[in-house]
């Protein structure tokens, strides 16, 4: 059944996808994310917290 799916929603998808290679500017459909977060962390035991 997921051909049965795909195959009609194709051509919607590749026109979504060649709208999102035509405009630079738009950043919505893949937003870069960069952790920002602690890179390690020292493991504190379960007693210990």
């Keep these: 059944f997921t051909v ?7 051509s919607g998808w590749l026109a979504h996808w060649h709208e999102l ?3 630079k500017d ?3 459909s893949r937003p870069r994310q960069w952790y ?3 890179d390690e962390r020292q493991y504190v035991a379960l007693g210990d917290r």
């Design 4 to 10: 049965l799916f795909a195959i009609p929603r194709m």
């Design 21 to 23: 290679l035509d405009d």
């Design 26 to 28: 738009q950043k919505i």
């Design 36 to 38: 920002t977060g602690v």
